[in-house]
């Protein structure tokens, strides 16, 4: 049982986390040809060579934005700091990855499905040779 000194510590806690998130103006993802960026969660691009696997997914009342899930190289994973579900945290561990991280696009500006077609003109990272000889 939570006693009203634990409740108001809780509240306060969220309360101040709520407000860091708000006031944060930076993106959570930005796309581009040297990796994904997640600027509030990394402080380099995870480059497109680094992710071993992409997927989106609805939620189950197929509601809110859906979820982007990746998997990374353990470098790659090493390199981004995860947040807490709990605590309205946009970037988390992926459950059942080991070095798996979930986007939750619930109240962003774009669903998870537009960032996986965002994704998807740079990934699979392709081979530039590969490329040139058709």
Same mark, same amino acid.
């Given at each position: 049982?939570? =006693?009203?000194? +634990? +409740?108001?510590? !809780?509240?306060?806690?969220? =309360? ?10 930076? #993106? ?16 380099? %691009? !995870? %480059?497109?060579?680094? !992710?071993?696997?992409? /997927? ?5 009342? @197929?509601? /809110? *934005? ?6 990374? =190289?353990? +470098?790659?994973?090493? *390199? ?5 579900? @709990? ?10 990855? #080991? ?11 774009? #669903? ?6 965002? !994704? /998807? ?11 040139? =000889? /058709?």
């Amino acid at each position: 049982m939570i =006693t009203v000194r +634990e +409740e108001r510590v !809780i509240i306060a806690a969220r =309360t101040i986390d709520s407000r860091s998130h708000f006031l944060d103006a930076r #993106p959570l993802l930005v796309v581009g040809p040297d990796g994904l960026l997640l600027p509030q969660h990394a402080e380099a %691009p !995870i %480059p497109w060579d680094a !992710i071993q696997r992409v /997927g989106a997914s609805r939620s189950f009342a @197929l509601v /809110g *934005g859906g979820r982007l899930d990746l998997d990374l =190289t353990p +470098e790659a994973f090493a *390199g981004v700091r995860v947040g807490q579900r @709990l605590m309205g945290d946009h970037v988390v561990k992926m459950v059942g990855s #080991p070095f798996g991280i979930s986007l939750l696009a619930q109240g962003l500006d774009r #669903p998870a499905s537009d960032m996986l077609a965002a !994704i /998807g003109q740079y990934w699979p990272a392709r081979d530039a040779a590969a490329d040139a =000889t /058709g």
